[in-house]
């Protein structure tokens, strides 16, 4: 299949193109290259004649049509985002702009596309999202497809809207769309402002690792390339205008997840004192969602996916790549925001 992948230059996206390449999918890369992005996460298939890289923005509408008219793809995976729920807080403007009316205008480019192309069945839009939409659990129950909608973030509420607007131009205009919604992501390129990479560079760096409130939040860990895993088999075999809920099957609170990355690191780093030592609870993040759990029955049993790893095992795998990959994250710690605290509110 030839691929028209937005947001390839941040983490997940890159997951994506990187297995995709590896399939032998043609993949055009369409990225804006904002703070989030890293052509670096790319690199092992930026010189394969299967990738070609587009730097545009999904805000501009003429230079998404002309890539749609250039590259002729089969298939859509929209993943550029804003992704940083904190970002969110301090500035929402930019979540609007780009999760609201980007993918506004990608519906509507692959709209024109698709219909100038005499609608082929085959196509298929295939619109990436978050379980964050669905809002805020308590100590008990999972997320369905059928869970009613309640974003609370600035983040979520931009996604949520993203959602509605690609089931409306399924119904409205017939455009064969797949969505999926999926739990936390970690793993290698993870942009080192998140969670996990912050817990693995601050241990390392013998600063403070934060923690926001208590650290009682849950949420269901996935490992990044188990995802895009799951993404390519819900855009080749997935229902047409059907949403699939992708989760790891495996809930930790943050605190569980934090001590977790430092056992890890006093076995393979071991320093002169434990690393939870340099836990520290700070101000909770305003609105800050309580747990998420997914519940992955869907694809599980449509599709037949799984996760290959235990979180255990993906955190280990993490925490070994951020060892052996300083000249990966070490220049990303200069960008703008990175390593302060933002979205106190
Ligand atoms: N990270 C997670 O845990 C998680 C979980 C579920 C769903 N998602 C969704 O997956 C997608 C990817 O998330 P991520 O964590 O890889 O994000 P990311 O922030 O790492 O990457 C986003 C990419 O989109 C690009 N981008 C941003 N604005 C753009 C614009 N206007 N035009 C073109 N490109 C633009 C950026 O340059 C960057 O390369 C998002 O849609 C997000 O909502 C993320």
Same mark, same amino acid.
């Given at each position: 299949?030839?691929?028209?992948?937005?947001? %390839?230059?941040? !983490?997940?996206?890159?997951?994506?193109?990187?297995?995709?390449?590896?399939?032998?999918?043609?993949?055009?890369?369409?990225?804006?290259?904002?703070?989030?992005?890293?052509?670096?996460?790319?690199?092992?298939?930026?010189?394969?004649?299967? #990738?070609? !890289?587009?730097?545009?923005? *999904?805000?501009?509408?003429?230079?998404?049509?002309?890539? !749609?008219?250039? +590259?002729?793809?089969?298939?859509?995976?929209?993943?550029?985002?804003?992704?940083?729920?904190? =970002?969110? *807080?301090?500035?929402?403007?930019?979540?609007?702009?780009?999760?609201?009316?980007?993918?506004?205008?990608?519906?509507?480019?692959?709209?024109? #596309?698709?219909?100038?192309?005499?609608?082929?069945?085959?196509?298929?839009?295939?619109?990436?999202?978050?379980?964050?939409?669905?809002?805020?659990?308590?100590?008990?129950?999972?997320?369905? &497809?059928?869970?009613?909608?309640?974003?609370?973030?600035?983040?979520? $509420?931009?996604?949520?809207?993203?959602?509605?607007?690609?089931?409306?131009?399924?119904?409205?205009?017939?455009?064969?769309?797949?969505?999926?919604?999926?739990?936390?992501?970690?793993?290698?390129?993870?942009?080192?402002?998140?969670?996990?990479?912050?817990?693995?560079?601050? $241990?390392?760096?013998?600063?403070?690792?934060? *923690?926001?409130?208590?650290?009682?939040? @849950?949420?269901?860990?996935? #490992?990044?390339?188990? +995802?895009?895993?799951?993404?390519?088999? @819900?855009?080749?075999?997935?229902?047409?205008? =059907?949403?699939?809920?992708?989760? %790891?099957?495996?809930?930790?609170?943050?605190?569980?997840?934090?001590?977790? /990355?430092?056992? /890890?690191?006093?076995?393979?780093?071991?320093?002169?004192?434990?690393?939870?030592?340099?836990?520290? !609870?700070?101000?909770?993040?305003?609105? +800050?969602?309580?747990?998420? $759990?997914?519940?992955?029955?869907?694809? =599980?049993?449509?599709? %037949?996916?799984?996760?290959?790893?235990?979180? &255990?095992?993906?955190?280990?795998?993490?925490?070994?790549?951020?060892?052996?990959?300083?000249?990966?994250?070490?220049?990303?710690?200069?960008?703008?925001?990175?390593?302060?605290?933002?979205?106190?509110?």
């Amino acid at each position: 299949m030839k691929l028209l992948v937005t947001g %390839g230059a941040g !983490f997940i996206g890159s997951a994506v193109v990187r297995l995709a390449v590896s399939r032998g999918h043609d993949v055009v890369n369409l990225d804006a290259l904002t703070y989030a992005a890293c052509l670096d996460n790319v690199a092992s298939v930026a010189s394969s004649p299967l #990738y070609t !890289f587009e730097q545009v923005d *999904i805000c501009d509408m003429p230079a998404l049509e002309a890539a !749609f008219a250039k +590259h002729q793809p089969d298939a859509v995976m929209h993943l550029a985002a804003e992704s940083h729920v904190d =970002r969110s *807080i301090d500035g929402p403007g930019a979540f609007i702009e780009t999760n609201v009316i980007g993918t506004y205008n990608m519906l509507q480019a692959a709209r024109g #596309y698709w219909e100038g192309n005499g609608k082929p069945e085959s196509f298929r839009f295939h619109h990436i999202s978050t379980d964050e939409v669905f809002g805020s659990l308590g100590a008990k129950g999972q997320f369905t &497809e059928e869970t009613p909608y309640d974003p609370r973030s600035p983040y979520s $509420a931009s996604k949520a809207s993203s959602d509605h607007l690609v089931r409306a131009w399924a119904e409205t205009y017939g455009l064969p769309v797949v969505l999926t919604n999926c739990s936390n992501n970690y793993g290698p390129f993870h942009f080192p402002e998140k969670l996990v990479p912050v817990v693995i560079l601050n $241990a390392l760096h013998g600063k403070p690792i934060p *923690i926001y409130g208590k650290g009682e939040n @849950v949420r269901d860990w996935l #490992y990044v390339e188990d +995802h895009a895993d799951a993404l390519l088999l @819900v855009l080749q075999d997935g229902m047409l205008n =059907r949403s699939y809920n992708i989760g %790891g099957e495996n809930e930790l609170s943050n605190l569980e997840l934090v001590q977790m /990355i430092c056992t /890890i690191l006093d076995k393979l780093r071991p320093a002169n004192k434990p690393y939870a030592d340099q836990i520290k !609870f700070v101000t909770d993040r305003p609105g +800050h969602d309580m747990r998420y $759990a997914i519940d992955p029955s869907r694809i =599980r049993e449509e599709l %037949g996916w799984r996760p290959s790893v235990t979180v &255990e095992q993906g955190l280990e795998k993490t925490v070994r790549w951020y060892l052996d990959n300083e000249a990966w994250w070490k220049p990303l710690l200069d960008r703008s925001g990175v390593g302060e605290r933002l979205g106190k509110a």
